[in-house]
């Protein structure tokens, strides 16, 4: 076996003991929650391709446009040889569209992302542009940026963050999330970090329960891993999604309420649950902000200059911050 293979074997496997972990500590919370990252199984990851494609959820798609128009605004002003990463690179299509516009090669390119199907995939979609070598780390972002900073080499490096990946954190760990990427970075690296922007009540209900039900689908399949994989009981038609516009805390929650008395068990972590009628696993948390909100925080990170492109239309904002 390929010590490639080898070595990810072995991750998968910290991987699956950290989820049986997780989710044995969120769902003692109150109120009961589930990490969002573990959303991004190999199904998780095609319903997530599939939401971006949704005429209701708008993010990818200006996010892809702001790429392509301004792709080599954004990496003119870094040194070269550079290195391009990405935390959380699912498919790799954006990465990709960056690349494409920018008509350069690279010093590398490094994947990070906790599913090792969306990085195989995004492995297959980047190589094909001889951009640079391609380098993967199957890992949380906690992880990947400390492997980012040991096999970093001479040259610039640009983080980039997007898809508002950073709006599934509260306000006090995402600006922890922004404090370890500028740590891991050095003089003369960037960050580029797509947020998502504050818009009407109507048009973030339906990007998050969008009337085909996919997001709905992509919600429940969290409780389908967990059966597949932690030895879980959950009964799939017997939790509804449910998506809350929180105006005080500025963000979208998903949850997955039961309507219905039951009892489930997760062998791998050991837990019996019983859940009343009405109660409700927290899923996700999306915030949603203001552009000069974005700058503060990042300059509350320890990251020097921004620099910001936003879709009025469609209320996205990529900002590159200097480190």
Known sequence: MPAELRGAELRAADLRRAFADDVRDYLQRRPRQLPSKYFYDALGSSLFEAICLLPWYRITRAESALLERHAREMLEPL???LTLAELGCGSGDKLA????????RFQSIQLVDISPAALYAARRRVETLRAGPVVLHPATYEQGLTELARVRREGAMLVLFLGSNLGNF???PAREMLTRIRAAL????????GTDLVKPERELLLAYDDPLQVTAAFN???LRRINDELGGTFDLDGFAHRAVWNATESRIEMHLASPRAQQVQVAAAGLVIDFAAGDTIWTESSHKYEATHVVAEGHAAGFGSADQWIDTGARFALTRFSA
């Open 186 to 193: 050095q003089p003369g690296d960037a960050l580029l970090l």
């Open 220 to 222: 429940r399949n969290l």
């Open 79 to 81: 040194k070269r040889p």
């Open 97 to 104: 569209l960056l690349a494409t516009r920018a008509s350069e």
């Open 170 to 172: 509260d306000p006090g």
